[in-house]
C-alpha cells in the first residue's frame, strides 16, 4: 500500500485519511501502553522506598538524557527518514524493556535497576515525539492539519489521564516486569502500519552544523525582549515545578497515607488539568489576551495552588486532588501561551528548530532542582517542599510583573 498524503491529485479523497488512521492508531497504542508502564515504574518505586531521593533520581533519568539527545533530534531530525526515525525508537524501548524482563524474572527488582530502565525509555521518546510531530504534516493535507492537531492533542492527553488509571489498577495485580511488556506489545502495534505505509520524504535544504543550529536557536529566543522576559518566567517556574510533579505519589503515599489507586487519580488529575488547560487556552476570551499577562497570572495562581496544598490536613485529600487540577490547568495554560508567543514572534524560517530546542532548555533546570530534592530527603517533610516551591513561583511571577510595568512606563517616557 502507498500513502500518498498530502500529494494526492484529490485531497477529498479517503485515501490519506486510510494512511494516516493507521499509523495514528498505532501510535496512541504505543504512547498508551507507555504511559501505563512509565507510571507503574513510578508507582513501583514509590511503594518499594518512600524515598524523595529515588523518585528525584527517577525523574532526572527521564529528563537528562532527553536533554542530551532532545539537541542531537532537534538538529538533525528533518534529515532522517521518519518511518525509520518511528520504527528505531519503538524499537529501542522495546528491546531494552525485553532485557529487562528477562532480568527481573531470574532475579529479585532492585530500585537502581528500575532506574536503568528509564533511561532507553527516555532516548527513544527523545527522538520519537519530535518525529510524529514532523510527520503528521506529511500525511494529512493542509487544510486538515488544524483538526488533526486538534484531535492528536486530545488522544495524548487521554493516554496521560487513563495511563496513570490503569497502572494503579494493575501495580497491586499484576507483577511490574509483566506490565512491562505493555511497552513490547505497544511497539509492535505502532510499527506494523509504518512497514506497510510510505511517509513522503521531504526536499533537503543546506543544513548548518550542529553548532550553528543551536547558536541560530538561542538567538531567535534572546534577540526578542518579550520572548526572553517570558522564556526566563518559565525557566524559572520549571526549576521549582517539576519536582513537586515528580513527588506527587510520594506526598498521597507518605503526607495523606493513601494507597496506589489514589496516586493514579492524583496524577489523572493533573493531567486532566493539562487538557483542560489547553481547551481554555483556544477561547477567545482565554487566549485572545496579552500572552505575557497570561503567562504571568497562570505562574501566580500555580503558585498560590501549591502553597495551599502544602498547608492542607492529611484528611483533604480530595481538597488536594482539586488542587491538582487546578494548578494542571495553570501550568497548560503557561505553556500554550508561551508557545503561541514564540510562535508570534519568531521568524518562520527558524520556528520549528527555536520551537523545538526551546523544549530541550526548558528541561535543564529540571536536573538541578531535582538533586536538591535528592539531597534534602528527609530533611524537611514533604508538604513544606511544596510551600516553598509554592510561594517561590508566586513570589517570582510578582517580580515580572513588576518589571513588565517598569520596562513599559520606560518604553512610554522615551516614546
Same mark, same amino acid.
Not at 520504527?87 to 531494552?96: A, E, G, K, N, Q
Given at each position: 500500500? #502507498?500513502?500518498?498524503?498530502? #500529494? ?9 485519511k ?5 499509523v495514528?492508531?498505532g ?9 501505563? &508502564?512509565g ?21 532526572? $533519568?527521564?529528563?537528562? /538524557? ?9 538538529? %538533525? ?18 528491546? @531494552?524493556t525485553?532485557?529487562? *524482563?528477562?532480568? *527481573? ?5 532492585? /530500585?537502581?535497576m528500575?532506574l ?11 527522538? %520519537? ?7 503528521? /504534516? ?21 493516554? =496521560? ?5 490503569i ?7 499484576v ?16 510499527c506494523?502500519p509504518?512497514? @506497510?505505509?510510505?511517509?513522503?520524504s521531504v526536499k533537503?535544504? $543546506? ?16 534577540? #526578542? ?6 522564556? *526566563? ?5 520549571v526549576?521549582?515545578i ?6 506527587l /505519589?510520594?506526598?498521597?503515599?507518605k503526607?495523606? $497515607?493513601r494507597?496506589? !489507586?489514589?496516586?493514579?487519580? &492524583?496524577?489523572? !488529575? ?7 488547560? +489547553?481547551?481554555?487556552? +483556544?477561547l477567545r476570551?482565554?487566549?485572545g ?6 503567562m ?6 500555580? +503558585? ?5 496544598s ?5 484528611s483533604?485529600?480530595? $481538597? ?21 508567543l514564540?510562535?508570534?514572534?519568531? =521568524? ?7 520551537i523545538?530546542?526551546t523544549?530541550?532548555?526548558?528541561m ?20 513544606h517542599v ?8 508566586s513570589?517570582?511571577s510578582?517580580?515580572? %510583573? ?6 513599559i512606563n ?6
Amino acid at each position: 500500500m #502507498n500513502l500518498l498524503g498530502r #500529494n494526492l491529485p484529490n485531497k477529498s479523497s479517503i485515501g490519506w485519511k486510510r494512511g494516516f488512521y493507521m499509523v495514528f492508531l498505532g501510535q496512541i497504542t504505543s504512547m498508551l501502553t507507555s504511559s501505563v &508502564v512509565g507510571f507503574s515504574i513510578m508507582l513501583w518505586l514509590s511503594m518499594k522506598t518512600e524515598s524523595a531521593k529515588i523518585l528525584s533520581f527517577a525523574m532526572i $533519568a527521564n529528563v537528562a /538524557p532527553s536533554i542530551i539527545f532532545g539537541l542531537i533530534a532537534s538538529v %538533525y531530525i528533518d534529515r532522517w527518514s521518519k518511518r525509520k526515525t518511528l520504527i528505531f525508537s519503538d524499537f529501542l524501548v522495546s528491546i @531494552c524493556t525485553l532485557a529487562f *524482563f528477562f532480568y *527481573f524474572l531470574f532475579m529479585e527488582p532492585a /530500585p537502581w535497576m528500575v532506574l536503568l530502565l528509564l533511561l532507553p525509555r527516555s532516548i527513544g521518546s527523545s527522538f %520519537y515525539h519530535p518525529t510524529l510531530q514532523s510527520t503528521i /504534516p506529511l500525511l494529512v493535507p493542509k487544510t486538515n492539519l488544524m483538526q488533526v492537531a486538534g484531535l492528536n492533542q486530545m488522544a495524548i492527553s487521554m493516554c =496521560n489521564m487513563a495511563g496513570p488509571i490503569i497502572a494503579a489498577l494493575l501495580i497491586d495485580r499484576v507483577d511490574l516486569k509483566y506490565i512491562l511488556l505493555l511497552d513490547v506489545f505497544g511497539a509492535i502495534i505502532a510499527c506494523i502500519p509504518l512497514l @506497510c505505509i510510505n511517509i513522503p520524504s521531504v526536499k533537503r535544504v $543546506a543544513q548548518k552544523s550542529f553548532i550553528q543550529n543551536i547558536l541560530c536557536g538561542m538567538q531567535s529566543i534572546l534577540d #526578542n525582549r518579550s520572548v526572553r522576559y517570558m522564556f *526566563f518566567l518559565i525557566l524559572s517556574d520549571v526549576f521549582c515545578i517539576l519536582p513537586l510533579v515528580a513527588l506527587l /505519589p510520594l506526598l498521597t503515599i507518605k503526607f495523606f $497515607a493513601r494507597d496506589a !489507586s489514589n496516586i493514579g487519580w &492524583v496524577q489523572s !488529575s493533573w493531567c486532566f488539568g493539562l487538557l483542560l488547560g +489547553g481547551l481554555l487556552s +483556544g477561547l477567545r476570551r482565554v487566549g485572545g489576551k496579552d500572552k505575557n499577562i497570561t503567562m504571568i497570572t497562570s505562574s501566580f495562581v500555580i +503558585g498560590i495552588f501549591f502553597f495551599i496544598s502544602g498547608f492542607l490536613p492529611p484528611s483533604a485529600f480530595d $481538597a488536594f486532588v482539586f488542587f491538582t487540577l487546578l494548578s494542571g490547568i495553570g501550568y497548560s495554560l503557561l505553556n500554550s501561551a508561551f508557545l503561541v508567543l514564540l510562535q508570534i514572534q519568531t =521568524n518562520s524560517v527558524e520556528i520549528g528548530k527555536t520551537i523545538s530546542l526551546t523544549n530541550v532548555f526548558l528541561m535543564l533546570p529540571s536536573l538541578p532542582s531535582l538533586f536538591i530534592i535528592a539531597l534534602m530527603d528527609g530533611t524537611i517533610p514533604i508538604n513544606h517542599v511544596f510551600i516553598i516551591s509554592g510561594l517561590t513561583i508566586s513570589a517570582i511571577s510578582v517580580l515580572f %510583573y513588576m518589571k513588565r510595568q517598569m520596562t513599559i512606563n520606560h518604553d512610554m517616557e522615551r516614546g
